[in-house]
């Protein structure tokens, strides 16, 4: 296999590709597509999204300390995209892509109602990188579609609704179940 030396830049592909929601009150609640997110800590649970400071989400969040992440599906691509294209200063995102937003348990900013996951996010530290800046924040509640979850086995089963990635541009689905963690060393049965 031979190597070639490409420029520097964000190469860590998939990733997730998400609407965040922000706003604390209904008239200025707004949503963005957002790719340069993820999670930063498990114990307290920690993640993070990374914003450009001319988007109007950087300028809610900010002051209001708060914002929802929300996990996108193949149903969800078309307002995935269009959300990252355009800006809540110019259309109501909500009412163009028709979805639902609801009021976090948590949080003053709306979770979108046809998310299968919805994360409530507290900032607890912006850290000013270069073109974006990152908010760090503890996960304060997380609510989930109750037909994700087996009522066997009590598992929740994300891969049911059809998540989609983001990689170098392009929206993807998911691919094929390749094993579970660990499963690389796992006894096999005699």
Partial sequence: MSK?????????????????????????????????????CSDPAMCYVSIRKSRLSHELISRTGEFVINITTEALARATDWCGVRSGRDYDKWKEMGLT??????????????SPVNIECKVTRVIELGSHDMFLAEVVNVQVDEELINPESGKFELEAAAPIAYSHGAYFSLGRFIGSFGWSVKKKKK
């Fill in 101 to 114: 937003p609801v009021k976090g348990a948590l949080v003053d900013a709306p979770l979108v109602l046809e």
């Fill in 4 to 40: 070639r030396t490409f420029k520097p830049g964000t190469m860590i592909y998939p990733l997730p590709a998400v609407l965040v929601s922000c706003g604390s009150k209904r008239e200025e609640w707004n949503l963005m597509t957002a790719a340069w997110t993820g999670t930063v």
